[in-house]
């Protein structure tokens, strides 16, 4: 197999997510058709568009190349060289009620060496993260580092509660051993947004129980290459392909006391 072009992925990433966030933007005033796909879980007719937007190009440009879109699509192949993990509308239903908080979350995934690159973009701020494996994070050009904070009550935390029951509770659970430890909590309803947020160092880390692949592939790798730290709850490393994970991504100085905290420690 050639090397393959990290340069080239990035560049059609970058571009296609840009589309995509303008396909979104433009379609938010615009009267919208929402369903529910499962409990506490929506789609609505932007998420599919903008999903058939960003495959439709990926296929342009990489034939061979596979994909693992949350969207079900029967028609996209599965496999590749490269696997593209997309999320076209994470925040669907802060997009549905026209909360200003949604990106694009797309990554180039090589099986073998998991996330190579990886790209968010927020259309209403026109934000583009993006990273590629081993060569740092970006905002708009300009690199990214996670913030200094060394201490749980200087720290800002995000997180999100969960579709499900029982997982809804473990997250207040946790809330109710750390929320006085912290300076705040915020809960922004875009897990892969807050998380590329923290490779920003706008937020000193990010909970969350149960999330996707496509929630976390990019942001996990901005996260990894803005010098923080992203994990599942019990400290094991995240693999991209993984149904329903537990994530905390930080900017790794407050990560072990803080999972001490979500676990129940003093
Ligand atoms: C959701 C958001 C939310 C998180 C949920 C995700 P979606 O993604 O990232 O913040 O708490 O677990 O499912 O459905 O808007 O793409
Ligand atoms: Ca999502
Ligand atoms: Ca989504």
């Given at each position: ?22 396909l979104i933007r433009e379609k938010l005033d615009q009267p919208r058709q ?116 060394t201490e749980l009550s200087q720290a800002i935390i995000g997180l999100d ?44 880390a990010y909970l969350n129980y149960s999330l996707q692949p496509w929630d ?51």
């Amino acid at each position: 197999m050639p090397d393959l072009d990290l340069d080239q992925l990035l560049a059609v990433a970058r571009a296609t997510a840009v589309a995509a966030g303008d396909l979104i933007r433009e379609k938010l005033d615009q009267p919208r058709q929402t369903s529910s796909k499962g409990f506490r879980d929506l789609v609505t007719d932007a998420d599919l568009a903008t999903q058939r937007l960003i495959t439709r190009r990926i296929r342009e440009a990489f034939p061979s190349h596979g994909f693992l879109p949350e969207e079900e699509n029967a028609d996209l192949p599965t496999e590749g060289e490269v696997i593209w993990v997309i999320d076209p509308v994470d925040g669907t239903t802060n997009y549905s009620r026209q909360l200003p908080i949604f990106c694009v979350s797309m990554a180039a995934v090589i099986p073998v060496r998991g996330p190579v690159v990886g790209v968010i973009y927020d259309p209403l701020r026109q934000e583009c993260f993006y990273s590629v494996q081993g060569e740092g994070a970006w905002l708009n050009g300009r690199s990214l580092q996670v913030s200094p904070i060394t201490e749980l009550s200087q720290a800002i935390i995000g997180l999100d509660w969960s579709h499900h029951k029982q997982m809804r509770q473990s997250v207040l659970d946790s809330l109710s051993r750390f929320a006085h430890q912290v300076q705040t909590v915020r809960a922004f309803g875009s897990a892969a947004l807050a998380l590329a947020w923290v490779a920003a160092g706008r937020l000193d880390a990010y909970l969350n129980y149960s999330l996707q692949p496509w929630d976390t592939a990019a942001a996990g790798l901005l996260i990894a290459e803005a010098g923080g730290q992203i994990s599942h709850l019990d400290t094991t490393p995240l693999y991209w392909a993984e149904a329903t994970q537990s994530v905390l991504g930080s900017n790794g100085r407050i990560h072990q006391r803080l999972l001490e905290r979500v676990a129940g420690g003093e």
